[in-house]
């Protein structure tokens, strides 16, 4: 009985609980042995395409494209878009990337008929049309991004037109630059052949005159034969 009254009672099992939970861990034994890894993994340098580039903008929105098919604005991806300006060209283009998978989802040059206007209705919105090529094609897309501030939209829309205007006014010096340069090689053309007319006048009238002298020579022979025979 007493046996039995023992195990039931709850204190004594609970006694028993902690003496066995409080007892002693027993060390993990360290065998000092190193086990290399299965897979050497190299460093590998990543490329962005933008290294050649200086970043003129770079501001957090969210971007959208209006799909004409089903005549509603699409989300193309929140995270970051800058504006950057070739090392070397001086060309300028907007790219955005998702900030999760850094996916493109726009890339386009800001060319100097762009119009960047605000979106009807939100101040924090502007909508502008584009030649992209986020998708490995171009396509003429609508697109429309939101800021998180009206200050950053304004600015945005502000420098991309200043870009847009700067890249209108190296487009018609080089027009410029290539049309005088055209003009200066036709103007070499023609002093050219003035030359050479020039040139070919004297030959022309010295030609002319040894053709006179033969002919008069051939006349006077004849004049000759003709007497010899009447003699």
Known sequence: MASTAS???????TKDREEDENAPAADDEDTGAQVAPIVKLEEVALTTGEEDEDPILDLKAKLYRFDKEGNQWKERGVGNVKLLKHKESGK?????????????????????????????????????HAADFADGELKDELF????????????????????????????????????????????VVDGKTDEKEKEEGPVEAKEQHNEA?????????????????SA
């Open 144 to 187: 429309c991004i939101r800021f998180p501030s009206v200050e950053n939209c304004k600015t945005f829309m502000e420098t991309v037109q200043e870009v847009a205007e700067t890249q209108g006014k190296k487009e018609e010096s080089k027009e410029a630059a290539d049309a005088a340069g055209l003009l200066e090689k036709l103007s």
């Open 7 to 13: 195990a039931a009672d709850p204190e004594h099992n």
């Open 213 to 229: 002298e033969g002919e008069k020579a051939k006349a006077d022979a004849k004049k000759e034969d003709e007497i010899a025979l």
């Open 92 to 128: 300028v283009r907007l790219v955005m990337r998702q900030s999760k998978t850094l996916k493109i989802c726009a890339n386009h040059l800001v060319v100097p008929s762009i119009n960047v206007q605000e979106h009807h209705g939100n101040d924090k919105s502007c909508v502008w």
